[in-house]
C-alpha cells in the first residue's frame, strides 16, 4: 500500500548523542519528559504563564503541555480557546451528511454485534447471534451508536434470519436490514437473527485507457499545475516548469509566506507568461501543517476564480518531477475527465486513522502543529486517506474550493464540517479530499491513483526528523538516485506520471536520465549540463532571517578574495574594496560540491562605479590521522558541520559556516571493516580555550559506517578554532578541526564592542565532564592550556577592524579563494585594471551567470507550444 510511514508520538527523551535514532515509542511523552524541566507532570495549568484567563478549566494533559511548549501568548490563547470549544462540544461536528448515492462495497472484516441480557456489546468474531430482540434494525442503530466506538469509520450490516447459523440454506439475508421480525423472533425466525456488521471497504474504479477514448473526438483536457513551494532550488523550479510547460496549461504557483527568495524570482515569470500566476495571499506552510490545506483550498478558489478553462488540477512540489510526457498525461486525463485521482491507505479505515492521527486534535500556531488531546469524528460518514498528491477534475475543485471560502454561496455541510476537522487535522490534505470524495456526490468519480511513484524509504525516512515542527512522528521519502533507476523505469507501463522526490543538490544525474527519456536528450553543444547552483543567501531576502553567521563569512572572504587580486594585480596598482555581498551560492558539478560563489559589489581604485564581482571559494577539511589503527585505517570523512539530513546522510550546510549559535555536528564515515567486529569509540571536544567540552561515545558496527554525532554544548560557543579528537584503545588516533566564526554582524548591522564581549566570550559557565581528568590525560601533549585562556580573553575584546582581522585570519585557513570573475556589465574594470586578468563570469563555467540551459526559461515556441 501507498500508507507506508508510521507516525507516532515523538519521544523527547532520545538521547541526542544516540545518532541511528533510537527506537520509536508508541506513547506521548511531552508531559513528563519535556526537555527535563521540572514541573510538567502536573494536570492543571499554571495561571501565572498567562496573560489571559482560560475560558474553560483546561484538564487534557496533552493541552496543558502543549499550551505550556507554546512559545508566544497569542498561541497559548489559541491552543486553550480551542481545547475548550472542544471540552463544551461546541468545535467539531457530531454527525456529517453522507450523500455518496452508491456507498462502496462491504469488504472488510466482518464485525459481530449481539445482545445478552444486558448490553449490547462488540465482538471482533465472525458471526454473533441476537437470541431475543425485537428489531434487528433496532439492534443495530443502538449497536452502532454505542458499541461501535468508531464514529469515521462507515459499517453496513447484512441479516439473517434462521434457526441455523450460517452457512445455512434457510437463512434469510437482506442488507437493508428491514425484515420484518414479529414481537418474538424466536417463533419467525426459529430463534436466531444474525446479524453482520461489516467496515465498509474501500469502492475501486479503474481509470480508462487513453486508447479507448481517443476516437471519441474529446477535446484534450488542460491542466492547472499547483505548484506548493518551499526552499531554494529555483533553478530544480524552473526547470520542473519548462519540462511541464504547454501554452494549453495553467501554472498556479504557491511559495511558502516565509520564502523571500523564490517567491521574488519566480514572480518574473509572470510577465512573460500569461498562463503562470503567483499566489498573493500566502501562508507559512509548515510541514504536516494545517495550513497546508488552507493554502491548498484558497489556491482552487483563486484557480476558479482566473478565468482560466482548465478541466484539473494537480499539485506538485518542487521536489516533484515528470516521468511521462505531457502528451501522454493529456491523453490519459482526457480519457477520464470528470474523475478525481487519489491515493488511498489500503488498511483497515481504524487503524489509519490512528496511524496518521486523525482521532487527535491539532492546533498550529507559532509555525507548529501542538497536539491538545484525543477528539471524535464525526458519526455518518467514512474517513479516507493516503497520499496528498492528487488530480482533482474542475466540478470536485468546485464544489470543495468554492463553498468554504465564498460567504455569499450557500455552504455544502459536509464540506463545511470537514472543514471544521481538518483546520485541527496533522497532514490535513492527506486526507480531506478522500474523505470529501468518498461520502459526496462525487464518490463515484473516485480513483485509487494519485498518477505518483513515491520514493520510500522507512529505515532513512522515518526518525521523528519533525519533531520540532509537529508533535508527531513524520516520514518523509527519499530523493531519488542513479541506483533508483529500475523503479523510475519501472512506471513505464503504469499509469504513474509523476516520481518523488529529486534535489539536484543530492543528485542532478537521475533528473538529467529521466528528462532524457521523456524527451530525448538536449543537443551536444549545450553548456553546463552537469552543473547545478543553488542560493544559499540573497542581498534582498528579509525572510528567512540570513544567518549572521553566513554573512560574516561571506563578507570576509570577498575582503580575502579582494586582497588577493590587489596581489596579483602587482602591488597595489589595482586596489579592489569590497562592498555589499549580494549573493552566496553553492556550486555543483558532477552531483558534486565544489565550493561556493560569492557575488559582490566593490569598488576598483577608489573609483566612482560600483563593479560585481563573483569569486569562487572551498572550504578546507583537516582531518589528521595519529595511528594506524582499526577505526582511523577506515576513517573515510570526518568533519564537522550543522543541518545533518539524517534522511539523505549528510551535511546540508555545505559551506560548513558555524558560528557562536549554530549546533555542530561531527559528520563521520567509515569504510567497510575487512574483519568484521565492533567496538566503541570517543570523540572528545575541544574548545579554542583548549578546554574539553564535551566527550561522546559511538558504537561502531561493520561495514560502510555514515553517521553523525551531534554534542550537547552551550550557547554561545566560543569563536576559534576547535578540535574534536577520535580515542580509541585508550589514545587520540586522529583529530579534526573546525572553526566557529567571531561574528562581524548581529542580524545584519555591525556588532558593538560590548556585543562582541558578550558574543565572544563563551557560554561563561564552565562544562563539567565526567573523568575529564583522564580524559584530558590523553590530550595533554597538544595543549598549553592557560595561553589559549588568555588569548581567548583578549580575543573576545576585538572589534572593529581588530576583530575583521581575527574573522579573517580564521577563514584564511579554513577556505580557500579558487577563482574570481567580473560580470560582463562590469568589464569596464578591466580597462581601467587590466592587470587583474579577470575573466566574464558569463564565460566561465563556474559562475552563477554560466549559461545554464536546463533551467533557462525562454519565449513559448509558436510551433509547440512549449517553452524555448
Ligand atoms: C511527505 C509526503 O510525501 C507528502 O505527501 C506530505 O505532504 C508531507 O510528507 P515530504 O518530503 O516530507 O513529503 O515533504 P515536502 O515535500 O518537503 O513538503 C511537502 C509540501 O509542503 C511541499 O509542497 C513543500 O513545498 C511544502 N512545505 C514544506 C512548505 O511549504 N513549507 C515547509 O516548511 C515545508
Known amino acids: 500500500g501507498l500508507y507506508i510511514r508510521n507516525k507516532v508520538p515523538p519521544d523527547k527523551s532520545d538521547s541526542m548523542v544516540r545518532s541511528n535514532g533510537g527506537a520509536i515509542v508508541k506513547v506521548p511523552k511531552f508531559n513528563s519528559k519535556d526537555g527535563g524541566s521540572p514541573g510538567l507532570n502536573r494536570t492543571s495549568l499554571r495561571l501565572e504563564e498567562l496573560d489571559f484567563v482560560p475560558a474553560c478549566d483546561i484538564v487534557a494533559k496533552e493541552a496543558i503541555s502543549a499550551i505550556h511548549r507554546a512559545k508566544t501568548q497569542l498561541c497559548k490563547q489559541k491552543l486553550a480557546n480551542i481545547t475548550c470549544l472542544i471540552q463544551q462540544r461546541q468545535l467539531y461536528p457530531h454527525h456529517l451528511p453522507n450523500s455518496c448515492p452508491s456507498p462502496g462495497f462491504t469488504a472488510g472484516k466482518s464485525l459481530g454485534c449481539y445482545r445478552d441480557e444486558k448490553k449490547f456489546r462488540l465482538l471482533s468474531g465472525y458471526y454473533a447471534n441476537l437470541k431475543t430482540t425485537n428489531s434487528p434494525k433496532h439492534c443495530i442503530n443502538m449497536c452502532l451508536q454505542s458499541g461501535f466506538p468508531y464514529a469515521g469509520v462507515q459499517y453496513s450490516t447484512e441479516c439473517f434470519c434462521g434457526n441455523e447459523e450460517p452457512p445455512s440454506a434457510s437463512r434469510r439475508p437482506d442488507s437493508s436490514c428491514n425484515m420484518k421480525c414479529p414481537a418474538d423472533p424466536k417463533e419467525a425466525c426459529g430463534g436466531y437473527f444474525t446479524i453482520n456488521v461489516f467496515e465498509t471497504g474501500i469502492a475501486k474504479f479503474t481509470p480508462q485507457v487513453p486508447r479507448e477514448v481517443a476516437e471519441s473526438g474529446e477535446p484534450p483536457v488542460k491542466i492547472a499545475f499547483l505548484l506548493t513551494l518551499n526552499g531554494r532550488a529555483l533553478r530544480q523550479v524552473r526547470r520542473l516548469i519548462k519540462v511541464l510547460f504547454h501554452r494549453d496549461h495553467f501554472f498556479y504557483i504557491h511559495v511558502d509566506a516565509r520564502q523571500d ?85 489500503g488498511r483497515e479505515v481504524q487503524r489509519f486513522i490512528q496511524k496518521q492521527g486523525l482521532d487527535k486534535t491539532f492546533v498550529e500556531c507559532d509555525a507548529h502543529m501542538w497536539r491538545t488531546g484525543d477528539r471524535r469524528l464525526p458519526w455518518g460518514i467514512q474517513m479516507d486517506g493516503g497520499s496528498d498528491w492528487v488530480a482533482l477534475s474542475r466540478p470536485f475543485v468546485g464544489y470543495v474550493a468554492t463553498a468554504v471560502q465564498d460567504v455569499h454561496i450557500q455552504k455544502d455541510p459536509l464540506v463545511e464540517g470537514l472543514n471544521t476537522v481538518f483546520k485541527h487535522t496533522l497532514l490535513p490534505a492527506e486526507s480531506f479530499f478522500h474523505t470529501a470524495l468518498r461520502n459526496s456526490y462525487f464518490c463515484d468519480t473516485y480513483i485509487d491513483n494519485n498518477l505518483h511513484v513515491t520514493n520510500w524509504k522507512r529505515r532513512l525516512g522515518c526518525k521523528c526528523q519533525y519533531k520540532h515542527v509537529v508533535d508527531w512522528c513524520g516520514c518523509s521519502p527519499n530523493d531519488f538516485k542513479p541506483e533508483d533507476w529500475p523503479r523510475l523505469q519501472g512506471t513505464e507501463n503504469r499509469q504513474l506520471f509523476f516520481a518523488r522526490k529529486f534535489e539536484p543538490v543530492i543528485n542532478q544525474a537521475i533528473i538529467d536520465q529521466v528528462e532524457e527519456w521523456l524527451y530525448g536528450p538536449y543537443p551536444s553543444n549545450v553548456a553546463n549540463l552537469q552543473s547545478y547552483w543553488q542560493s544559499v543567501y540573497h542581498c534582498a531576502d528579509l525572510s528567512p532571517p540570513p544567518d549572521d553567521s553566513l554573512v ?12 588577493g587580486l590587489a596581489l596579483r594585480a602587482d602591488g597595489n596598482s589595482c586596489f579592489v574594496h569590497p562592498g555589499n555581498v549580494l549573493e552566496v551560492t553553492s556550486y555543483h558539478n558532477n552531483d558534486n560540491y565544489k565550493g561556493s560563489l560569492l557575488l559582490y559589489e566593490a569598488v576598483v581604485n577608489g573609483g566612482s562605479k560600483t563593479v560585481i564581482i563573483e569569486t569562487w571559494v572551498q572550504p578546507q577539511h583537516y582531518m589528521t590521522i595519529l595511528k594506524d589503527t582499526e577505526p582511523s585505517r577506515r576513517l573515510k570523512t570526518f568533519l564537522v558541520s550543522s543541518e545533518y539530513d539524517q534522511k539523505e546522510q549528510m551535511s546540508r550546510n555545505f559551506l560548513h559556516n558555524l558560528g557562536p549559535f549554530s549546533e555542530p555536528i561531527l559528520v563521520y564515515q567509515l569504510g567497510v571493516n575487512p574483519q568484521p567486529s565492533t567496538y566503541n569509540v570517543t570523540f572528545l571536544w575541544v574548545d579554542p580555550a583548549g578546554e574539553l567540552v564535551e566527550v561522546s561515545e559511538v558504537h561502531v558496527e561493520d561495514g560502510l559506517v555514515g553517521n553523525y554525532v551531534k554534542p550537547l554544548l552551550r550557547e554561545p560557543l566560543l569563536p576559534g578554532i576547535w578540535t574534536v579528537n577520535m580515542v580509541y584503545d585508550a589514545a587520540v588516533v586522529a583529530f579534526t578541526h573546525f572553526l566557529v566564526t567571531p561574528l562581524q554582524f548581529v542580524s545584519g548591522a555591525n556588532v558593538s564592542q560590548q556585543q562582541a564581549g558578550f558574543l565572544h566570550s563563551g557560554p561563561g559557565q564552565p ?42 585570519n580564521l577563514n584564511m585557513k579554513f577556505y580557500k579563494v579558487l577563482d574570481t570573475c567580473v560580470t560582463s556589465s562590469s568589464r569596464h574594470v578591466l580597462l581601467e585594471c587590466d592587470k587583474l586578468h579577470l575573466k566574464i563570469c558569463e564565460n566561465t563555467a563556474w559562475s552563477s551567470l554560466a549559461p545554464d540551459s536546463k533551467s533557462q526559461i525562454g519565449m513559448v515556441n509558436l510551433t509547440t507550444g512549449r517553452l524555448n
Open 552 to 563: 560574516t563569512l561571506a563578507a570576509s572572504l570577498t575582503r580575502l578574495s579582494s586582497k
Open 261 to 345: 527568495y523564490l517567491y521574488r524570482e519566480l514572480l518574473v515569470l509572470e510577465r512573460s507568461l500569461p498562463n503562470v500566476r503567483l499566489a498573493r495571499h500566502r501562508y507559512a506552510t509548515i510541514w504536516g501543517g494545517a495550513s497546508l490545506l488552507q493554502m491548498l483550498l484558497t489556491s482552487m478558489n483563486e484557480l476558479l476564480k482566473l478565468g482560466w478553462e482548465w478541466d484539473f488540477v494537480i499539485n506538485l512540489s518542487e521536489s516533484d518531477f515528470p516521468v511521462k510526457t505531457n502528451n501522454q498525461l493529456v491523453d490519459f486525463l482526457t480519457a477520464n475527465k470528470g474523475q478525481n485521482f487519489v491515493k488511498s491507505h
Open 767 to 808: 562544562y563539567q565532564i565526567h573523568d575529564a581528568a583522564d580524559w584530558n590525560k590523553l590530550l595533554d601533549n597538544k595543549i598549553d592550556r592557560s595561553a589559549l585562556q588568555r588569548k581567548a580573553v583578549v580575543n573576545a575584546r576585538r572589534f572593529g577592524l581588530d576583530l575583521k582581522d581575527w574573522i579573517d
